[in-house]
């Protein structure tokens, strides 16, 4: 499982989900 960082610190890493990635990309 890839993660992504949704903040600023490493407790806000979560899952990486492709799928709402892209749709927060070009929301």
Do not use: M, W
């Not at 499982?1 to 929301?27: C, H, M, N, T, Y």
């Amino acid at each position: 499982i890839r993660f992504i960082g949704v903040g600023e610190s490493i407790e806000d890493l979560r899952p990486f989900d492709a799928d709402d990635f892209v749709k927060a990309l070009f929301d």
